[in-house]
């Protein structure tokens, strides 16, 4: 018997982690197959609030924010390659940091298109593996055609604002829910899963999950 499932992502496109974790997630869901009928739904998280259109040196960034070294950082991008590569998600050259609220708006409306999740992965690929800047709005446009969306309806979004108001509102409504790092991961609105987890973490608590929803289902 299919069980369906809603999953509820918070995620930032900035975030190495969180092209790991949805990776991962997809990777659980396929091992799964046809036993869970999953929704996707993500919302949105920044990381970079204030970071304004410029952006900032990677190197800059998490040496002021977390104190690391040149050589830590590198450590930590081999790692952050290493665990990409196991989930099938590749990994390039970051070198700089930048602002992610216009891309944040464009997935709100990609939602409503039913197209979220296709462009999450294409912005998390145009950052994370080829370095490019997720605030161009050229850049949001591309990801935007190559998943099938309307390249003129997504300019009319960025170039208006649209949107703008939904996205803090969601960003609110997770930070009051006491989400303070991401990915996070929300199962049936009651199961909170953190962190770039393994598929086979994800597959278990997803295991686990099912199987409570069908028990309840259960008549006695």
């Not at 975030?15 to 009928?37: F, H, K, N, T």
């Not at 609220?101 to 990609?110: E, K, N, V």
Request: aromatic share 8%; hydrophobic share 40%.
């Amino acid at each position: 018997m299919t069980q369906s499932l809603r999953i509820d992502f918070v995620s930032d496109i900035a975030c190495p982690w969180c092209a790991i974790g949805l990776s991962s997630l997809q990777l659980a869901l396929q091992r799964l197959g046809d036993g869970v009928d999953a929704e996707i739904v993500l919302h949105p998280f920044e990381l970079n609030p204030d970071m304004g259109p410029e952006g900032q040196a990677i190197v800059d960034y998490l040496g002021r924010k977390y104190g690391r070294t040149p050589a830590q950082i590198a450590e930590t991008q081999a790692m952050i390659r290493e665990r990409g590569a196991g989930v099938g998600f590749t990994f390039g050259e970051r070198a700089f940091v930048y602002n992610t609220f216009d891309a944040h708006r464009l997935l709100h409306w990609a939602g409503l298109e039913g197209r979220q999740v296709p462009l999450k992965l294409a912005l998390l690929r145009a950052y994370h593996t080829h370095g490019k800047d997720p605030s161009n709005h050229a850049v949001l446009l591309e990801a935007a055609a190559s998943v099938g969306l309307d390249a003129d309806a997504a300019r009319r979004v960025l170039e208006s604002g649209q949107y703008a108001d939904d996205v803090r509102a969601e960003e609110r409504e997770y930070q009051q829910l006491g989400i303070q790092s991401v990915p996070s991961v929300i199962f049936n609105n009651r199961y909170l899963v953190t962190g770039g987890q393994p598929a086979e973490a994800f597959e278990q608590a997803i295991r686990e999950i099912v199987a409570e929803a069908q028990q309840a289902g259960t008549p006695r």
